[in-house]
């Protein structure tokens, strides 16, 4: 069992910057691939990021590739979103998920490859 809490979520002007922040419980994080997914009002859940245990292999969407990046440490168990150049269209919930795996497969954008979730924190861009 994996509990995720997330936090650093807020209210911020566009084209400033946030860091989100992922701590999860358990003994072996490591063993788990990470992602942050998000949704904002009326649309669906959205794939962000993912990274895999060993922090080796990341992905991104294309609507934050460049301006987002994810990062893990896995001594203290937590996994990162740094945001910048935010934008209006970034405002979400932003949740955290673990893999039961340490490797992220080729449907690793897909919501059901992650098997626990966080509660998520609000992210909103003001124009």
């Known amino acids: 069992q994996v509990q995720l809490v997330e936090s650093g979520g807020g209210l911020v002007q566009a084209g400033g910057s946030l860091r989100l922040s992922c701590a999860a419980s358990g003994r072996t994080f490591s063993n788990n691939a990470m992602a942050w997914f998000r949704r904002a009002p009326g649309k669906e859940r959205e794939f962000v990021t993912a990274?895999?245990?060993?922090?080796?292999?990341?992905y991104y969407s294309d609507a934050v590739k460049g301006r987002i990046t994810i990062s893990r440490d896995n001594a203290k168990n937590t996994v990162y979103l740094e945001m910048n150049t935010l934008k209006p269209e970034d405002t979400a919930v932003y949740y955290c998920a673990a893999a039961s795996r340490m490797f992220l497969r080729t449907t690793y954008y897909y919501p059901n490859e992650y098997t626990y979730w966080g509660q998520g924190t609000q992210v909103t861009v003001s124009s």
């Open positions: 990274i895999s245990g060993g922090g080796g292999t990341t």
